[in-house]
């Protein structure tokens, strides 16, 4: 008989603010989350990425690399297709978030993704790729098969979008011998009327080994309604994922939290797609 299929639930925006990266701390330690990802722009990061090494050893710490800090995402966005941004600006500026998430947490990023998917973008992309390959991370791919089940989602537009714009990356990483998941899970408006409960029953439902779930769980403070719109959600995902209904869910579904790691030997065994970027 089968066993359960293994995914990787990451919460993004560790260090946004200081309430957020508390609540992703809270959940790793009572094993809800098995990847983080960090966004080393803010000053607090120097004080909360230290308390993430005791959890190096049974979760996938990444860097959530960030451009949008102090652009509009709609202004790198533009820039990004057209194909205006300096290519060496935006390696530079990613391995210094690089050496600084190494340097405050001890050790170099398990994984590269990007804050609001920046990391798709032509001139980023080949950066990320390039730097991955370098400190031995893997990369964070939002490919999923575009069809009727990524209708049933929640924000099935953003969905096909960003596995339409992933297709460049995975290129680069199977190229490159960059390992990537398997598949991904997790968008959202954040304006859904329905439960958290309820969109991410649809969200892990039929997940493959080897995925990706992406979820924003945090508290608020006055640092996150300083730089985020998003509060309410946070708190309302965080009450889930520490809940009971949480732990019943991922089980009626099937799966198992893992690191990327540990999937990626399941989903080899099982022959699913998207996995041969892992070797």
């Known amino acids: 008989m089968a066993g359960p299929r293994k995914i990787v639930l990451c919460a993004d925006d560790y260090g946004l603010s200081p309430a957020v990266s508390r609540a992703i701390r809270e959940l790793l330690e009572r094993a809800r989350l098995s990847a983080t990802s960090c966004m080393v722009v803010f000053p607090e990061f120097a004080e909360d990425g230290p308390l993430l090494r005791s959890y190096l050893d049974r979760a996938d710490i990444g860097l959530h690399f960030t451009l949008t800090a102090e652009r509009r995402l709609s202004s790198v966005l533009v820039s990004g297709w057209l194909r205006r941004l300096d290519p060496e600006d935006i390696r530079a500026e990613l391995v210094r978030q690089v050496d600084t998430f190494a340097s ?164 080899a065994s099982d022959h699913l797609p998207f996995s041969t970027a892992v070797a």
């Open 104 to 267: 405050v947490v001890g050790t170099p990023p398990a994984y590269i993704d990007g804050h609001q998917h920046v990391h798709l973008l032509p001139a980023v992309r080949e950066g990320v790729i390039e730097v991955a390959q370098r400190i031995g991370a893997y990369v964070r791919l939002t490919r999923e098969p575009i069809g009727f089940e990524m209708l049933q989602r929640p924000a099935s537009l953003d969905s096909a979008y960003l596995s339409w714009a992933a297709h460049p990356l995975e290129r680069l990483a199977k190229r490159y011998g960059v390992p990537t998941n398997c598949g991904f899970r997790g968008a959202r408006s954040f304006k859904e009327k329905r439960s958290f409960r309820d969109l991410f029953r649809s969200m892990i439902s039929g997940a493959a080994n080897g995925s990706i779930v992406m979820c924003h769980p945090g508290h608020v403070d006055d640092a996150l309604r300083a730089r985020d719109p998003i509060h309410r959600q946070r708190q309302e995902e965080f009450t889930y994922l520490a809940s009971d209904g949480f732990v019943h869910d991922i089980q009626q579904a099937g799966l198992q939290l893992a690191t990327l790691s540990e999937a990626v030997v399941t989903s």
